[in-house]
């Protein structure tokens, strides 16, 4: 099992879902190369009109990383190449995206959904850059161009949890809905952008990135991401196996 599903909801909508319930998403090896293969050919697909990062179970979209994979050094060090190409995948979609942000969304699960353009949050919300506290340097990049420097700033400082009312407040959710209706009222926002003109809608979201210049900034901090990695702690820090 990949820990991933996706299928198309609708003419254009893609649903791509996390599905490793009993570990709240969090992100392992085998789901990281589902999902980059999946980001992979949707970014080819010509007639895709959105995408909605979602969920199996309301109560995460994603933990983060999966820190009980037993991992030796270079397995570790694979791994965050592959969390650094699947943040990049997502701002590089050409298409406009919308994180499904129910439960858990912490560490890289807050990450992808801050790659994405919009995000639906569930009211048991618990969103949190977490990865101050472990020493990652990961976070400003998708972030500042959400919140503004000074909140973004605090967030990732103090990595405390943002419930849902607060998310929908400092710009972080576009809207709140009962947890379990929260997928639903993605899709009919992504229906809705996808009833545009879909050339139109493509142009916008390369104006958009080019604007933030978040492709960019993405790439740059991924490049010191990776220079933790293979240099200073690096994850797993639980299941690291001898280095």
Partial sequence: MTGLGSERASDGVEVVRL?????????????????????????????????????????????????????????????????????QALVDLP????????????????????????????????????????????????????????????????????????AERIGLAERVVPAEEAETAALELAAEIASRP???MRRLKAMFRDVEDLAGATARENVLLMDWQRTGQGLPQGGMRGR
């Fill in 19 to 87: 599905d490793r319930p009993e570990r709240r998403n969090a992100l392992d090896t085998a789901t990281l190369d589902a999902l980059l293969a999946r980001l992979d050919a949707l970014a080819a697909d010509p007639d895709l009109r959105v995408v909605v990062l979602s969920t199996t179970s309301p109560r995460a979209l994603c933990a983060g990383a999966d820190v009980g994979e037993e991992l030796d050094r270079e397995g570790g060090i694979a791994r965050m190449a592959r969390f650094a190409r699947a943040y």
């Fill in 198 to 200: 879909g050339d139109g």
């Fill in 95 to 166: 298409v406009p995206t919308i994180a499904v942000c129910v439960g858990n969304v912490v560490g890289a699960g807050a990450e992808l959904a801050a790659a994405c353009d919009l995000r639906v949050a569930g009211d048991n919300l618990k969103l949190a850059w977490a990865g101050a506290k472990l020493g990652v340097p990961v976070g400003p990049a998708r972030l500042v161009p959400l919140v503004g420097l000074s909140r973004a700033k605090e967030l990732i400082y103090s990595g405390r949890v943002v419930g849902a009312e607060e």
